[in-house]
């Protein structure tokens, strides 16, 4: 059984990588740009599949924390001016 202390860490943690799945979803160019790993804090690597259910994943370059997203009726704004496949800068 887990210890009851995590669940506000674990719960944290959910809400911030739903806050960078939210970012990647509508924000702009330079706003993804700067996201950073929910858990670690390092470099994302982000992946756009467009087609008729675009999906998104989302994966950190150093501990592989992972959210995906399935379904997209269209591909993010960022998309046009920085590619389907990007690596963020934070900190930059």
Known sequence: M???QNIPEEAENKA???QVL???QTGSAEEVLRLKCATCG???QIVCTPGKRTSL???CAACSSAIALDGES???PWVES???TISTR???
């Open 57 to 59: 994943a989302i994966r």
């Open 22 to 24: 939210r970012t990647v």
């Open 82 to 84: 920085l590619g389907a």
């Open 42 to 44: 390092s470099s994302l």
């Open 16 to 18: 911030a990588w739903l």
């Open 90 to 92: 934070p900190g930059a």
């Open 2 to 4: 887990k210890n009851p």
């Open 74 to 76: 269209e591909a993010p």
